[in-house]
């Protein structure tokens, strides 16, 4: 089984900058894909990256593109989400995921495509 921690939530102002960790336990996280999704009070939850296997390849999704990036490390057996330029419309539980392919390549956008969840970090932005 693999357990995913995420880290580095809080309360920050509008244009500030956060770091999210993912920390995976139980298994390396170098075998997965991993991806970030956040959800906000009373809507779905949304994709916001994903990095591949191999590290090389990062998709996005279109609200956050050029304000997050996504990383890896897998030495550290961690997957970061730097965000940057937060707005009030950034509020949400983070979450990230983990996805164990054989494709390194593969950049997963769906939710379906993720065997683990981690329990969320809350990001607040206030304006």
């Known amino acids: 089984q693999v357990q995913l921690v995420e880290s580095g939530g809080g309360l920050v102002q509008t244009g500030d900058s956060l770091r999210l960790s993912c920390a995976a336990s139980g298994r390396s996280i170098s075998g997965g894909a991993v991806g970030w999704f956040r959800q906000a009070p009373g809507k779905e939850r949304s994709f916001l990256a994903a990095i591949s296997r191999s590290g090389a390849y990062t998709g996005y999704g279109d609200s956050i593109k050029g304000r997050f990036t996504i990383s890896r490390d897998n030495a550290k057996n961690t997957v970061s989400l730097q965000m940057n330029s937060l707005k009030p419309e950034d509020t949400a539980v983070y979450y990230c995921?983990?996805?164990?392919?054989?494709?390194?390549?593969?950049?997963?956008?769906?939710?379906?495509?993720?065997?683990?969840w981690g329990q969320g970090t809350q990001v607040n932005v206030s304006s």
């Open positions: 995921a983990a996805t164990y392919i054989i494709s390194m390549t593969w950049t997963p956008r769906s939710e379906r495509a993720y065997d683990y």
